[in-house]
């Protein structure tokens, strides 16, 4: 690797040991992303002068970053586009995760999956999850070590892709990547829910039954702090303007799949990850008629399955267009 790129990559992101524990989370990310007064574990891939597009994947509830930044790695280089593209997978440890790798204190860690919905870390500092985004990409603007940067890809599978789905609609706008002219897209794979933006749903409930139905992260009451106050009108003018592609497993139907979200909120937008992505595109689709930037692409043969749906042809399409 050209060594001022080794020197950017040390600075950014660090290094450190790959852990592993028989339970949590088998594998710690070995990168280290500086945020002042708190790290990010990251896994980052290799790099070259040349980067044109950074793919941010987001893993799910495992927490298991480096096995996506692998499945993401393995689709830039199926798809001729791993001599542009820079692979970096954040990885959002629990307390669990901490205690059992016996981790610095350092270290961002969350409640559970609390980081899923945008929540504030519980230490060393409370910091959203959508706000460490925020920061990856205020990195990413830097035309001094990108100069050749074009686009963003931001990508998730399952539980990853809420988190994708969520930030599309709360994350904050990023100038310096605006006027750099630096594109930046969002790729959902097989998410068990969205978040919508009024108390319309597909499936007939009793709203008595089910009371939280439209609280964050399935819709928008009781926002996290991260929203800034902003108003649901905001709010969804701004995601139907973002370039996104809902990605799904034609086969990801099993209403009773073990990893599937099957409370109340989550059964009223469908029985499956498939049914509740088309019927979620149709809402959209329905309240803004006259056009979307964004598109719903099927992986034929294709289940719960995140490397297969990122290294699928439509896959690579997805990411790589």
């Not at 989370?25 to 891939?45: F, M, T, W």
């Not at 870390?121 to 910091?127: A, E, M, R």
């Not at 990850?273 to 149709?282: E, I």
Request: aromatic share 8%.
């Amino acid at each position: 690797m050209h060594t001022r790129w080794l020197l950017v990559f040390a600075l950014l992101f660090g290094s450190a040991n790959l852990l592993a524990a028989e339970h949590g989370v088998k594998v710690i990310s070995p990168g280290r992303l500086n945020l002042g007064d708190s790290e990010l574990a990251v896994g980052v891939s290799q790099s070259s002068p040349q980067i044109q597009r950074v793919l941010i994947v987001i893993h799910g509830r495992l927490r298991n970053a480096e096995t996506y930044r692998q499945s993401a790695e393995k689709a830039a280089e199926q798809a001729g586009q791993s001599a542009t593209t820079l692979v970096i997978a954040p990885q959002f440890l629990n307390e669990s995760d901490i205690a059992r790798h016996q981790l610095p204190d350092s270290l961002l860690h969350w409640r559970g999956d609390d980081w899923m919905a945008g929540d504030l870390s519980i230490g060393p500092n409370p910091l959203s999850s959508f706000a460490v985004l925020d920061k990856i990409l205020e990195r990413l603007s830097d035309r001094q070590q990108f100069p050749t940067l074009k686009e963003i890809v931001i990508a998730g599978h399952s539980g990853g892709a809420q988190v994708v789905q969520r930030y599309a609609l709360l994350g904050h706008d990023q100038p310096a990547l605006q006027s750099a002219g630096v594109s930046v897209r969002y790729v959902i794979a097989n998410p068990s829910s969205y978040a919508y933006f009024d108390e319309q749903r597909p499936v007939p409930f009793n709203v008595a039954h089910c009371p939280g139905f439209n609280d964050w992260k399935y819709g928008l009451l009781k926002l996290p702090d991260y929203a800034n106050g902003q108003t649901a009108q905001q709010l969804e003018q701004g995601y139907v303007q973002r370039n996104i592609t809902y990605l799904l497993g034609q086969r990801d139907t099993n209403p009773h799949h073990p990893a599937l979200d099957r409370s109340c909120a989550a059964e009223t937008q469908g029985a499956s990850r498939l049914v509740r992505g088309h019927q979620y595109v149709d809402y959209l689709q329905q309240r803004h008629p006259e056009g979307l930037n964004q598109r719903l692409i099927e992986v034929p043969g294709v289940g719960h399955n995140g490397d297969k749906m990122f290294t699928s042809p439509e896959g690579q399409k997805a990411l790589f267009q």
